[in-house]
Nanobody, 114 residues
Framework: VQLQASGGGLVQPGGSLRLSCAAS????????IGWFRQAPGKEREGVSC????????YYTDSVKGRFTISRDNAKRTVYLQMSSLKPEDTAVYYC????????WGQGTLVTVSS
């Protein structure tokens, strides 16, 4: 099982980024995928997740209306479209899948700064 997160970078406040999580070693279609983030000096927190069955989604309150999670099972990839970014969104972003235990991608750094 491998998850490869990418798409992070430096962006100005108000800007946008799209993160990708490429999955391998398991059938993505059957599993929910989550995005988490960890800011410097803070605990890792859940940001968003998308179900396997009906594509239902969840967002933490601080990103509702700004972030959109989606999945393309044919491409074995889950996306996190982030808009109206704020400095407090600065963090390392990780994707996650639970297959008996948690598997994590290596993380991608998002820095929101002017």
């Amino acid at each position: 099982v491998q998850l490869q997160a990418s798409g992070g970078g430096l962006v100005q406040p108000g800007g946008s980024l799209r993160l990708s999580c490429a999955a391998s070693g398991f059938t993505l279609d059957y599993y929910a995928i989550g995005w988490f983030r960890q800011a410097p000096g803070k605990e890792r927190e859940g940001v968003s997740c998308i179900s396997s069955s009906d594509g239902s989604t969840y967002y933490t309150d601080s990103v509702k209306g700004r972030f959109t999670i989606s999945r393309d099972n044919a491409k074995r990839t889950v996306y996190l479209q982030m808009s109206s970014l704020k400095p407090e969104d600065t963090a390392v972003y990780y994707c996650n899948v639970h297959l008996g235990r948690d598997f994590w991608g290596q993380g991608t750094l998002v820095t929101v700064s002017s």
